[in-house]
């Protein structure tokens, strides 16, 4: 069994930031892409930021040069920096994994989701 597990994330001002983190643990062999999501009241889920096993970072124009994700692979876990925080980043977000368990099936792994509110 694998699961990923979220922290961070709560209320901040505009203009403010916070980072979240999201550590896979369990039966890993490998994991490939790692990414965030996030969903808005109303909205579909969208993409916010991925990052490859090797460190290729892909970003949703919205965030681009306000967030910057990253990962320590040692420790299986993916990082997301968030700067200049907006009321429109207001969202719950989740972290995504692609990983390969023992046994050799790759599942896509979600994060329980955690709320970030950027309000005054």
């Known amino acids: 069994q694998v699961q990923l597990v979220q922290s961070g994330g709560g209320l901040v001002q505009p203009g403010g930031s916070l980072r979240l983190s999201c550590a896979a643990s369990?039966?890993?062999?490998?994991?490939?892409?790692m990414g965030w999501y996030r969903q808005a009241p109303g909205k579909q889920r969208e993409l916010v930021a991925t990052?490859?096993?090797?460190?290729?970072?892909n970003y949703a124009d919205n965030v681009k040069g306000r967030f910057t994700i990253s990962r320590d692979n040692a420790k299986n876990t993916v990082y997301l920096q968030m700067n200049s925080l907006k009321p429109e980043d207001t969202a719950v977000y989740y972290c995504?994994?692609?990983?390969?368990?023992?046994?050799?099936?790759?599942?896509?792994?979600w994060g329980q989701g955690t709320q970030v509110t950027v309000s005054s």
């Open positions: 995504n994994a692609a990983i390969l368990i023992v046994g050799g099936r790759w599942d896509n792994c």
């Open positions: 369990g039966s890993i062999r490998a994991i490939n892409a």
């Open positions: 990052i490859t096993s090797s460190g290729r970072t």
